[in-house]
């Protein structure tokens, strides 16, 4: 069973992320895309985010039209700041060891792989797709084999569409009282206005 794993803090969850998981799926064929809500994410220690249950709510509802997709709170439950390879390790357990993960992240990110916690683990836990981002340069793949030996042949570059929306942006806009329709699902947006959040 293949199964993409999508990360992020999804404050909030956006077309963008909704698009790139399909991408994935379709591509390479996965049976679903789980996305997991980070608790507190390790780059962002000391940024505000919004409580989990509030992402993930935002998540399920994002997600609620499209069968292949579903949300796992496999990480909202864990103290301390949140780490890929213990998503990955705590998947592991539970979908068991005939689950093949493919976890789905920006090339930007992928970049930057050698610094996250216990990369070499991070690859030997699962396939890595990179999406492109708009203004991300092109991938260092020797830099990469170097840094992380094995890498290149664990990683599927996407061919998808550029989507110039951040969760940053949303934030922004809202508080400033400007639209966010069409780049967040109908129901997300109607649950930020309903809670009153980013403002």
């Known amino acids: 069973m293949d199964i993409g794993v999508l990360g992020g803090t999804f404050d909030p969850v ?3 992320h909704l698009i790139i998981a399909e991408e994935a799926r379709l591509r390479l064929g996965l049976s679903q895309v789980l996305f997991v809500p980070a608790s507190q994410p390790w780059l962002k220690e000391h940024n505000k985010i ?3 249950e509030h992402r993930m709510e935002m998540i399920r509802l994002a997600l609620a039209p499209n ?3 579903r949300a796992s709170a496999v990480d909202l439950g864990r103290p301390g700041p949140s780490y890929t390879v213990d998503t990955l390790a705590d ?3 539970e979908l068991g060891e005939e689950a093949n993960l493919y976890f789905i992240l920006g090339i930007d990110a992928l970049a930057q792989l050698p610094t996250w916690r216990e990369p070499q683990r991070i690859v030997e836990l699962c396939h890595l797709v990179a999406a492109r981002r708009p203004e991300a340069g092109d ?4 830099s990469l084999e170097r840094s992380i030996p094995g890498i290149s042949r664990r990683i599927t570059i996407l061919d998808n569409p550029l989507i110039d929306i951040s969760s ?6 809202v508080a400033e ?3 966010i329709h069409e780049m967040v699902p109908e129901a997300v947006e109607l ?5 009153g959040l980013y403002i």
Do not use: A, N, V
């Open 14 to 16: 956006h077309t963008g």
């Open 50 to 52: 919004t409580p989990g």
């Open 67 to 69: 069968t292949y997709f």
């Open 91 to 93: 998947l592991r357990r």
């Open 139 to 142: 991938l260092d793949l020797e």
């Open 168 to 173: 940053s942006d949303i934030r922004q806009r």
């Open 177 to 179: 009282g400007k639209s």
């Open 191 to 195: 649950y930020i206005k309903e809670k």
